[in-house]
């Protein structure tokens, strides 16, 4: 489907075309708000509403949160320089989910040879045959990797 005709369906249809409409102020004030707010608080904050002129940020944990709220009179008036037709600033705790990576597996460090062979020894003087045979397949293992 073209654009044009995306943009068709969009502008008959009432109830997209209002979401369309408040998407669009939504992006024009979060890009407002980078242009207004410190460089390091941008990657854990960002603008999720408006309502009735109260421009709602969200910010990724309380440390972000109370710093905003201490600038917030600053902002405010930054962002009504800018052109921005907010009268005032909420700032609410919204923690996003992390993309769950897989743990990295540590890293095994290498058995000396000596150690191999202590293991090895270790396997034939134990007398429970379970923790002896474990003992034998541990020391096979590390002396085929070594």
């Known amino acids: 489907m073209s ?15 209002a979401l369309n409409r408040n998407l669009q102020r939504i992006a024009t004030l979060q890009r407002l708000y980078e242009v207004c707010a410190p460089a390091e608080l941008l990657p854990a904050s960002r603008v999720v509403g408006d309502r009735g002129g109260i421009l709602m940020i ?11 709220r201490q600038l917030a009179p600053r902002l405010l008036k930054n962002l009504q320089k800018q052109g ?12 996003l989910q992390p993309a769950r990576r897989p743990k990295p597996a ?21 007398k429970d045959p379970g923790l002896s045979a474990a003992l034998a397949r541990f020391a096979a293992r590390r002396r085929a990797k070594a």
């Open 3 to 17: 654009n044009h005709k995306l943009s068709a369906l969009i502008g008959n249809s009432t109830g997209l075309s």
């Open 58 to 68: 969200a910010a990724d944990n309380g440390a972000i949160a109370a710093k905003l």
């Open 84 to 95: 921005a037709k907010v009268t005032g600033i909420h700032i609410q705790v919204q923690v």
């Open 106 to 126: 540590p890293e095994k460090m290498p058995l000396s040879i000596d150690s191999i062979d202590n293991f090895e020894r270790l396997s034939r003087r134990v």
